[in-house]
């Protein structure tokens, strides 16, 4: 790869390839954000010149995870009145970016600051 910290992997990187035969290349990108990423596969042949092949990918979905499955609803199953219930979980970034989170419900307007009607 041209790049130092590349996201991209060549399995296997070097190697010899026989006459009449062939090799499987496998070129792998591991994506860790909603964004465009971009290298150069360097491909050196002895007693040649260098060829140069472009790769690209683009990640899509979130980089932000739960450690416990909230999808397609959170059931806090049956408790008490007049009793607190709550649950928690983790939330991590996976992606390289800062990402901003904003938690509502219903009946709330902005985080905190709930309507009463």
Partial sequence: MARKHSCWRIE???????????????VTASLDDAVEFKDEVKV????????????????????????????????????????PCSYQFTVTNRGRRAQRLHWSTESCSRCGRCRWS
């Fill in 44 to 83: 050196f042949i002895e007693n040649s010149r260098t060829t140069i092949i472009p790769v690209q990918a683009v990640g899509i979905g979130t980089t932000i995870v739960t450690d416990k499955n909230l999808h397609p609803e959170l059931d806090l199953k049956s408790h008490f009145s007049c009793s």
């Fill in 12 to 26: 296997p990187c070097e190697g010899v390839v026989h006459p009449k035969c062939e090799v499987l290349v496998t």
